[in-house]
């Protein structure tokens, strides 16, 4: 077994981000993916991209149905590294925050933290309440990285995937998976 990275897609708007992610890592050596897609993630992907959720499940080494709470990634016995929701809707940082555990995704957040394992969640809505914010911030005193679809200007995007990019590298960066995503500041060797 590689390193074991459970990987969240929910309902919000960005369902590229997480799309990209999957295809990163489906071929990073020594990196296993465990895919959970939520019913609105499906709907995005559907929406948004010219993918069909079969496509990105596909990606995974394990994919589980966020309705199965008896999945393995359920429980702190499953050996994950740790988790990385992107993009994260509002309800399901509600429920992280609130430790409800209404469906696996939450769930295997939940267990995430109480196993004190890296979890990076990249919310997504615009403007944001107090609710929100509220949420985000009990949910990053517990150490939880949240890391919001802001990219950086200063490589000069050209492209969408260029943006794209530019995320999913500061998650892998946080995860501490090596990648050649972003151009970094001072190092004039990598395109964008
Ligand atoms: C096209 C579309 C875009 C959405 N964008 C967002 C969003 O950016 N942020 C958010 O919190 N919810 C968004 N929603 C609403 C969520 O899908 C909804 O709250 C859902 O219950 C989230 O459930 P989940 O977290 O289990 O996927 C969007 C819904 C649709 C249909």
């Known amino acids: 077994m590689g390193r074991v990275v459970i990987v969240g897609i929910t309902g919000a708007s960005g369902a590229v981000y997480g799309i990209r992610l ?4 489906k071929d990073t050596p020594g990196i ?9 993630a499906k709907e995005t ?4 991209t010219d993918y069909v959720p079969e496509h990105i499940l596909a990606m995974a080494h394990a994919c589980y149905d966020n309705q199965d709470m008896a999945a393995a990634i359920s429980s702190g016995s499953f050996p994950a590294e740790g988790m990385i929701i992107v993009p994260a809707s509002m309800k399901t940082v509600a429920g992280i925050a609130c430790g409800f555990s209404s469906n696996l995704i939450i769930r295997a957040a939940d267990v995430s933290i109480k196993e004190q394992r890296k979890v990076i969640i990249v919310p997504r809505e615009t403007p944001l309440s107090a609710i929100h914010l509220e949420n ?5 005193r517990l150490g939880v990285s949240v890391l ?5 200007f200063y490589t000069r995007p050209k492209t969408i995937e260029d943006l794209v990019d530019h995320t999913v590298g500061k998650i892998l960066d946080q995860f501490g998976i090596e990648h050649n995503l972003i151009k970094r500041w001072g190092d004039e060797t990598k395109g964008t």
């Open 148 to 152: 919001p679809a802001i990219p950086g």
């Open 136 to 140: 985000l911030l009990k949910l990053s």
């Open 45 to 48: 992907i559907r929406i948004e």
């Open 32 to 40: 296993e993916v465990h895919l959970v897609l939520s019913e609105w």
């Open 22 to 25: 999957a295809e990163v890592l």
